[in-house]
């Protein structure tokens, strides 16, 4: 897990306000993921990024939800207008993108919606 | 049918024996295997990764692939109470794709 790094780790929100959740890859990595983990189940994927690019998709919820990994800085995981059933652990992972190249994940950003 | 199938458990294990998980996967094209351990509160962390058919061992745990029979396993051996924590299978259709995990297989080491 070391240097995959995702902020906040704890994230209180009322419902309908925004969650914005921050993920640095590890040194050298140019591809992330973002996993959503609801309480009690296996880990869904959400969507897959490259630098400017989004790659895939195909997991995150069609409304509500958005992600980026702008040229400079963190990717992040945007919520709006956040429901109860957003509660959840939210991980990110990176890798090099090569062929055989492995995932890493960070230690998750944990988002209670009250 | 889903895409990669674990068994939930709970597996329970005397410590000292060996533990045994499975793991089956649909897509025929899936190249890369992995095993993760996650304990409770934690995230996923990496455990063995196996490309071809055959064993690859690590220490106390050794992953075996038969991409005939679309199946993967994981054997701990010397089955330690630290090793409690639920084992994720994951598996990618090539390099930079992601990774589909199955839910995860929850193993309970008893002292």
């Known amino acids: 897990n070391a240097g995959v790094m995702q902020n906040p780790r704890h994230l209180v929100r009322r419902r309908g306000q925004e969650a914005r959740l921050r993920c640095s890859p590890m040194?050298?990595?140019?591809?992330v993921y973002w996993y959503r983990q609801l309480p009690e189940e296996g880990l869904k994927f959400m969507v897959y990024?490259?630098?400017?690019?989004?790659?895939?998709e195909s997991g995150m919820p069609k409304e509500r939800f958005s992600a980026e990994f702008p040229k400079e800085g963190p990717s992040i995981l945007r919520i709006q207008q956040v429901v109860r059933g957003d509660s959840a652990a939210y991980f990110c992972a990176s890798s090099p993108g090569d062929r055989g190249n492995t995932i890493y994940f960070g230690e998750g950003s944990w988002l209670t919606v009250v | 049918q889903k895409e990669v199938e674990q068994n939930s458990g709970p597996l329970s294990v005397p410590e000292g024996a060996i533990a045994s998980l499975n793991c089956t996967y649909s897509d025929r094209g899936s190249q890369s295997f992995f095993w993760y351990r996650q304990y409770s509160g934690k995230s996923p962390e990496l455990i063995m990764s196996?490309?071809?058919?055959g064993d690859k061992e690590d220490g106390r745990f050794t992953a075996q692939l038969n991409k005939a029979s679309q199946y993967v396993s994981l054997l701990i051996r010397d089955s330690q109470p630290s090793d409690s924590a639920t084992y994720l299978c994951a598996v990618t259709k090539a390099a930079g794709n992601k990774l589909t995990f199955g839910g995860g297989t929850r193993v309970l080491v008893k002292p």
């Open positions: 990024l490259q630098k400017e690019n989004i790659i895939d």
């Open positions: 196996i490309y071809s058919n």
């Open positions: 040194k050298g990595h140019s591809h």
